[in-house]
């Protein structure tokens, strides 16, 4: 670290032995565009020096030089001029458009390249397109917009984690998701919480949407592979707005709206037909000879079945009692931005507000951010991206069927509870569940996070070619987590209160140093040449504590609890260090071009002796469009094939595991003491992938129509698995660099711009990508056996995607004994009551789609407009979780907990064909198997914006640029392809549904005013 | 031109001289850990990880709750209504191999073990007597492991079939794939690291219970030997302890009283749980119980006909509640609010019955020390040492502490599986592949050396 330091200040020494020249005269002239009209902040340099200034508002420069001196005029996207300084002293320029500039220019990491000259696979995506979906965290704005990108919310809950998966998933153990690089800095963005039992909550969830520009997301090789070990799973570049020269321009963002349910939840059942069941039951198990003499009993004899009984039989209705309908979605933003002579800035705060469609769940954000850039002389750039904010989650228990979840309890409490008491306040209700709408009012459960990212560069155009710069990055997050159970009611009375509070700080620090040399060979040959180096520290400090026993209401800092329970710290740490060169070539006007990567990384997750590796990736393209024979092809505007080849790598493991090593974290008798904790293993390395990618892009009939086809495939080798071991060694795993997936798949994008004229426009588009996966290598035991890795409802073997369902297979319920019955060799013919005699096999795909879509639609007449997307997902399974309890004919829906209302066509008589075997009054053991696997595929309206642009005229009168005003819809409509899937397909990637808060639709109007 | 050229080469230079962040400046921190390569220097270390060894048996998934419950619910002494879903499969006898029960739990304490027990004495810093003190200790353990594993995996109950489970004396020894051990095998290997254990304890150290004891090693190996019904061994080994006179029987006026505190005369070795450190909501009495706020799990219930089994005298039944609709047990482990109970492992009452049942066994008086139980529980004296005597006395004494099941199949007895409304779903006769655990899947999968007990 202290090397790094030293290398900025030798950085910055080096700047300060720039001298000055001579100085002769003061030239002074006026830069025009071709229309005439002044064109501010031209940048006039005099060539082979430093010595440089800029235009003013209105096009004027001055500046000192010497005659015979070159004086060199540029700006961006327009062609570079130079004039040789003679006698006069006034030279007036005009700049003519550059045509190849343009080509758009795209971040696409280290450096922006122009679309002609990019070789890898990428997709940029707008910030009109990331503000149509309303959420806290701008990844779910990801979803359907880039072709081979899924996005699964892991919650409903907002400002939970997403899981994104780019181009299916190249990892068994090790993470699979993309790296996330915020102007140019690499930063962590996953899951904040300190809890594994309470929502997630995004670090990326505290960035405000509206501050963000573009993203670009990253694909293959050779886009990725100047990440190295960082860039196997995609990379999503976030580039923030900066100012841009002129007055300053405010901008006033606004959108207000409720949220429910994307799709009908199940519906539980209600006493009355729990009752009916219940009997039922009981006759089935030979308990009674009538449905009556049992319904008699139950009603005499279940204490809570006669309290209801003599009450009148009045239903609770929890679903309803537990759902927020309507919940307010709400966010404001305000910026401001310009820029003078030599500085631009952007400044914005944001507010954004979300309750979840649970009671008692809900989210705030308050952030403000300052982008400022100065020039401290015109070829030393200094700037400064700065972005805080605070966000507050009213977080609850959902990661699984706790019984104090109002998630839980929609479908876990009986029924024959009721939520009020007659005087209409919640009801102090005995039994496991305690009444939701007492604990969500009494106890917490809360989420703090503050992160402040600060990312500052000093660029220097050195000249001749040369540039440097340096780059320094904070991001510093800051999160508490507390939880407070009431001394009153619940799980907190023996205890009298309990409470914790957790505190993390988490501080990453990134240097970047660079060189770049831009160089010509008669000018049909152009090179540009990158050599950085960086280097990133993640430390980790954690405390935390817990107490119970609180002598009153209202208390619930550790300071007040009478008896101090745990108390925990710890700190970890990992580093990143790098090397990476960079080469572009671009031959003939960018005809041909040659890309070239090579990245050294090393990463304290492995031992001192594999601690380095060595990525690379090679691509080209050629455009073809530039080709003579193409030239006079008048419909072909744009063509380009694309081919790449890259090895990028994946260190996404958990820390220190290499090391055999003793954990401290047990404790006996009051004393401390050890016990081993990791198996360790010194050969750990790189997990490896390696990419080849081909693609062509094109663009016909005046880019009416343009669109892309590729093609990828993704060796990934060396995984780092957990191999499972014989638990004999007190160990259930050891990573190893074993195993070997494929992933494969074709992406197309295609958009029609149909109608393009100034009052009307119409264009339509759309991208596919399909993934296939494949797992090609697994260790083997001494044996010459294959270690499969095999949970209840999944297995990981080679042939198959990993971790594809794998289960007895249901046959069905037989019509004539009402019993469920399998498949004895999993696949047809005989069938067994018994499902230990059920062979379990592979049922077919995995969790992850192997089909993602996307389509949308943009129409506008004289300032109105339709904007809308939709989103498909297919090929994937999804297993219910929870279906012992609430999905199954045992006593557990009838007696215990609740079920769903599907269960009523349940078996009753001989003869009877029903989806649900005959009830029993017993509990049943878990068994899982393919009844409850269900295709996931779905089809949903992810956005609608039907909206106005005032007319800039009318808006001009009032003092205002422009102004518009919308009504927008999210998820309004969802296809689901299996009827018998209760639960929103869209999950997070764990396969199984579960009591987390559900996809939500919203309404929302907004507003958007420039002035 | 030359100026420019002579600045980008100085830019390289000095980029260049950013020079690396070596491979050292890369190595992580270990703040909670430490490597196990190069921290057992010295006795202390030794003791340490023997402290480590018994957090991990106190851990729910071992003597926290598992191993005790899951036999309990099998007996007829208790089974699951399924409050919250808990070991009602069980007690249904409807379990297969997806679930890893003590597996995992006691190898992870047999590893542990065996770096205590592996490690060179000679090379260690501090007292090497209380070295050897506590590599016997951890011996006992490495026993008391392997004795769980083979009573709920091994093929002795089933009716055909020899096999045990591996027996492991290496951390990370050179066979990471073992087989499995014959039941003669692992029960020669249990017997061994006991006597070995003997011999290196020194009494002297024994200043808690929470730790295995010199004669709690003899407790331990009566255990094991009337489970094998090797009755010689077991009287002698219970006779050491009995004769002792380092515990008693606990009194009647006591009995009850004794389970709220810990270390009572009676009790030979106990995990220590406390206020900071036990096994929670996971635990025992959270299984046991149900609070009058609603709070506990409480879905294990005595069945009915235990109440039968005490006279209306017998201070035992204090430890039942009737009030309910269920009998439940509030009386052992009853803390149910901060978990604070040791959990006694090795009573000196349950070593008396053992003596009694080998001197019957054996032709000797064991009238004598199976009436030391009645006396001192307000019960009638037995007229007789019958094995029935004493296996009812050993049901009325040793209720909910997770003997029953195995006194049940040792004496060969018809087993049944209970449904959450206390009905009879099934009779098991004996034997019945049932009564040996299935090998974890995660084992099956992992080593495939590993044979799977016949039935899953």
């Known amino acids: ?1011 | 031109m030359k100026k420019i050229i002579y600045k980008g080469l100085i830019m390289a230079i000095s980029v260049g001289a950013i020079s690396s962040c070596t491979t050292e400046d890369l190595d992580p921190t270990l703040a909670q850990n430490k490597s196990v390569e190069q921290s057992v220097n010295n006795v202390g270390n030794l003791f340490s990880i023997l402290k480590g060894v018994h957090s991990l048996m106190s851990e729910s998934g071992y003597y926290g709750q598992d191993v005790i419950i899951t036999n309990e619910v099998r007996s007829d002494n208790t089974f699951s209504i399924g409050n919250s879903g808990r070991y009602t499969t069980e007690s249904q006898y409807l379990y297969n191999n997806n679930t890893d029960l003590i597996w995992n739990n006691a190898y992870e304490v047999i590893a542990n073990a065996n770096i205590i027990i592996n490690a060179n004495l000679e090379n260690l810093e501090g007292d090497v007597d209380y070295g050897a003190h506590v590599q016997g200790q951890a011996t006992a353990i490495r026993a008391l492991a392997h004795f769980d594993l083979l009573r709920e995996y091994g093929q002795q109950h089933t009716g055909s079939g020899n096999l045990g489970v591996p027996i492991v004396t290496e951390y990370k020894g050179d066979n990471l794939f073992p087989a499995r051990n014959t039941i003669e095998e692992v029960k020669a290997a249990i017997y061994s690291d006991l006597e070995m254990a003997y011999s290196m304890m020194d009494s002297q150290y024994d200043d808690s219970k929470v730790y295995i004891s010199k004669l709690g090693v003899k407790a331990l190996e009566s255990r094991v030997a009337v489970y094998f019904g090797d009755w010689t061994r077991a009287r002698d080994a219970a006779e050491i302890v009995v004769n002792s006179g380092e515990y008693s029987v606990i009194s009647a006026d006591s009995y009850v009283d004794s389970w709220q505190g810990d270390g009572g005369v009676n009790v030979i070795f106990e995990l220590a749980a406390s206020q900071v450190d036990n096994a929670g909501i996971n635990g025992l009495a959270y299984m046991y119980q149900i609070n009058a706020d609603g709070s506990g799990y409480g879905d294990v219930v005595a069945r009915p006909e235990v109440l039968g089994i005490y006279e209306d005298s017998d201070v035992r039944l204090g430890i039942l509640d009737t009030s309910g609709d269920w009998i439940r047990n509030t009386g052992k482990y009853p803390d149910n609010v901060n978990f604070t109970n040791n959990i006694p492992l090795i009573r000196f009452e349950e070593v008396v019955l053992n003596y009694a049942e080998a001197l019957m066994e054996t032709g000797g008086d064991a009238l004598t020390q199976l009436n030391k139980l009645p006396a001192n529980r307000g019960a009638s004296l037995y007229a007789a040492a019958t094995k029935d005597n004493i296996l009812l006395e050993r049901r009325r004494e040793l209720i909910f502490e997770g003997f029953r099941f195995d006194d049940q199949l040792r004496t060969g007895m018809t087993m049944e599986a209970v449904g959450t409304d206390g009905m009879i779903m099934e009779t098991i006769d004996y034997p019945s592949y049932l009564f040996a655990w299935p090998i974890p899947l995660s084992e099956m999968n992992a080593n495939s050396n590993m044979v799977q007990n016949d039935g899953y």
């Open chain 1, 1 to 1011: 670290m202290k090397k790094s330091l030293q290398g900025l200040l030798t950085l910055l020494l080096v700047l300060v032995v720039q001298i000055g020249f001579a100085q002769e005269k003061t030239v002074t002239g006026t830069v025009l565009d071709e229309d005439g009209l002044p064109l501010p902040g031209v940048n006039v340099i005099e060539q082979g020096t430093s010595n440089g200034t800029q235009t003013d508002f209105d096009g004027n420069y001055s500046i000192s030089v010497a005659p015979g001196d070159v004086l060199v005029f540029s700006y961006v996207g327009f062609q570079q001029q130079t004039i040789t300084v003679g006698s006069s002293n006034v030279y007036n320029v005009s700049l003519l458009v550059d045509a190849a500039a343009l080509d758009e220019v795209v971040v696409t990491g280290y450096v922006t390249q122009k679309k002609s000259d990019i070789t890898g696979s990428l997709v940029e995506v707008s910030e009109e397109k990331l503000t149509e979906y309303a959420a806290a965290s701008v990844d779910q704005a990801l979803q359907g917009n880039v072709a081979g990108l899924a996005v699964s919310a892991s919650s409903g809950t907002p400002g939970s984690v997403a899981n994104i998966r780019i181009r299916g998933i190249s990892s068994i153990t090790a993470g699979n998701e993309p790296l996330y690089v915020i102007d140019g800095v690499p930063v962590n963005n996953g899951n904040a919480s300190a809890s594994a039992a309470t929502s997630s909550i995004s670090a990326l969830a505290a960035i405000d949407q509206s501050t963000i520009e573009s993203i670009t997301v990253l694909k293959d090789a050779s886009a990725t592979a100047q990440y190295g070990a960082r860039g196997a799973n995609g990379v999503i570049l976030i580039t923030t707005k900066g100012g841009k020269y002129g007055t300053t321009r405010f901008n006033f963002t606004s959108q207000v709206g409720f949220q429910n349910d994307a799709i009908e939840q199940p519906t539980p059942l209600t006493n009355a037909q729990r009752i009916v069941l219940a009997s039922e039951a009981y006759v089935n198990d030979g308990f009674f000879a009538t449905e009556a003499e049992a319904e008699d009993f139950l009603v005499n004899n279940s204490a809570l079945f006669a309290q209801w009984d003599q009450a009148g039989r009045p239903e609770s209705n929890w679903q309803q009692v537990l759902r927020n309908p309507d919940a307010l979605f709400q966010q404001y933003s305000l910026s401001a931005s310009g820029g003078g002579e030599d500085n631009r800035f952007f400044a914005s705060i944001g507010y954004l507000e979300q309750e979840a469609t649970v009671i008692g769940s809900s989210f705030e954000r308050i952030s403000g951010s300052l982008n400022f850039s100065k020039d401290f002389s015109p070829s030393l750039k200094f700037s400064s991206n700065n972005t805080a904010s605070y966000s507050f989650q009213d977080a609850f228990l959902e990661l699984s069927a706790y019984f104090d979840s109002p998630r839980t309890a929609t479908y876990f409490m009986n029924p024959l509870r009721q939520p009020y008491n007659e005087d209409g306040t919640p009801a102090e209700i005995g039994g496991a569940l305690p009444n939701p709408l007492i604990s969500t009012r009494d106890n917490f459960n809360e989420n703090r996070f503050t992160r402040i990212i600060s990312g500052n560069s000093l660029d220097w155009e050195i000249g001749g070619g040369f540039s440097a710069g340096a780059k320094f990055n904070v991001d510093l997050q800051l999160y508490n987590y507390r939880t407070y159970t009431n001394r009153n009611y619940g799980y907190g009375v023996p205890t009298s209160g309990d409470a914790s509070q957790y505190d993390r700080t988490n501080a990453f620090y990134v240097f970047q140093n660079y060189l770049n040399y831009d160089f010509e060979i008669n000018a049909d040959h152009r090179f540009d040449v990158k050599v950085l180096q960086e280097y990133q520290a993640s430390r980790s400090y954690f405390l935390g504590g817990a107490g119970n026993n609180f002598a009153d209401d209202g208390l619930f800092y550790l300071a007040s609890a009478g008896t101090p329970t745990s108390v925990t710290s710890s700190f970890s740490d990992w580093y990143m260090g790098a090397y990476l060169g960079l080469l572009q070539y671009s031959a003939f006007d960018s005809r041909y071009v040659l890309n070239l990567s090579y990245r050294k990384e090393g990463n304290s997750r492995f031992a001192a002796d594999n601690r380095w590796g060595d990525f690379y990736s090679v691509g080209a393209a050629w455009n073809l469009h530039k080709e003579n024979f193409l030239a006079d092809a008048g419909a072909i505007d744009y063509l380009k094939l694309r081919g790449s080849y890259g090895v990028t790598g994946n260190a996404n493991i958990g820390l220190n595991n290499y090391q055999s090593l003793f954990t401290y974290g047990v404790d006996y008798n009051g004393e401390g003491a050890q016990a081993v904790s990791t198996f360790g293993n010194n050969d750990l390395s790189w997990e490896i992938n390696k990419t080849f990618d081909v693609g062509l892009e094109f663009g016909f009939f005046q880019n009416a129509l343009t669109g892309s086809i590729a093609y990828f495939n993704r060796d990934s080798e060396d995984l780092l698995l957990d191999v499972p071991l014989s638990q004999t060694t007190g160990f259930a795993t050891q990573t190893q660099n074993i195993g070997e997936l494929n992933n494969q798949g074709f992406e197309f994008q295609l958009t029609a711009n149909i109608i393009d004229t100034e009052d009307v426009g119409l264009s339509i588009g759309g991208n596919l990508a399909t993934v296939e996966n494949e797992v090609t290598k697994l260790p083997l035991d001494p044996n010459g056996i294959e270690r499969t890795i095999t949970t209840t409802i999944t297995r990981i073997e080679t042939g198959h995607p990993v971790r594809e369902y794998y289960m007895p297979t249901w046959a069905g319920v037989n019509p004539e004994t009402g019993n469920d019955e399998w498949y004895v060799n999993g696949v047809d013919g005989e069938t067994t009551t018994n499902f230990n005699d059920a062979e379990a096999v592979f049922q077919g795909g995995n969790s992850i789609p192997t089909i993602t879509a996307g389509m949308n639609l943009n129409f506008n007449f004289k300032g109105f407009f339709i904007n809308a997307q939709g989103y498909y997902a297919g090929g994937h399974k999804i297993y219910e979780g929870w279906h012992l309890y609430l999905h199954q004919t045992n006593g557990f829906p009838i007696l215990a907990y609740n079920g769903y209302q599907s269960l009523l066509d349940r078996w009753q008589e001989p003869g009877d064909v029903a989806r649900h075997s005959k009830f029993t009054s017993a509990g049943q053991p878990w068994q899982r198997h393919s009844k409850y696997l269900y295709d996931a595929d779905f089809l949903r309206l992810r956005t609608v914006t039907v909206g106005y642009d005032l007319p800039s005229t009318a808006m001009e009168q009032i003092g205002m640029t422009s102004a518009r005003i919308y009504v927008r819809g999210n998820n309004l409509a969802t296809w689901v392809k299996d009827d018998n899937l209760l639960y929103d397909p869209e999950q997070d990637l764990g396969g199984e549904t579960g009591l987390e808060t559900p996809p939500t639709k919203a309404v929302l109007v907004g507003v958007n005013l420039t002035f």
